[in-house]
């Protein structure tokens, strides 16, 4: 999905247009050639200290830190190292904001029904899939936003 169209979705759920486009270089960097923000890079590497399971000079923690950065559209699996990917990504946005949080899961979101858009797949069906094979990036709050502009998803009709 474009990033114009996760922009429009992000407004439409209150988040700033700025706000989104930080969200969506720090989801897609890896996958067009870019490095994450230098910024958020930084609270990555504190919330690996932070989850209490190493300091950030550790091998675990630099392996944690580094994991997360190098991942594009981390955490849509449902393996451990995304589980811990989700966990410091969530860790690092929280930090930075609840609106960055917000685009974070709207985007996963909005990626998923994207991938399924020319499956037949009911938007229930999509957000249920999710749920059960990503439930660290699902995200209740949007899922019932995404249900009351159902009819403004030009992929579900």
Partial sequence: MKWKDHDRWATKLGVEKEVSNEVNRIIDAVEQ???IPDKYEQH?????????ESSPKSAFGIVAADYAKRRHDVSRGNKTG?????????????EMGEQYLDAWYL???LDLIHEYRDSGKSLEEILFLHKKDAPQTYSKTIAEFLRDYRSEIPELG
């Fill in 33 to 35: 050639g870019e490095n």
């Fill in 82 to 94: 995304d589980e811990l990917s989700a966990r410091l990504h969530k860790c690092a946005l929280e």
């Fill in 44 to 52: 990555l590497e504190k919330c690996a200290e932070k989850t209490g």
């Fill in 107 to 109: 985007h996963h979101h």
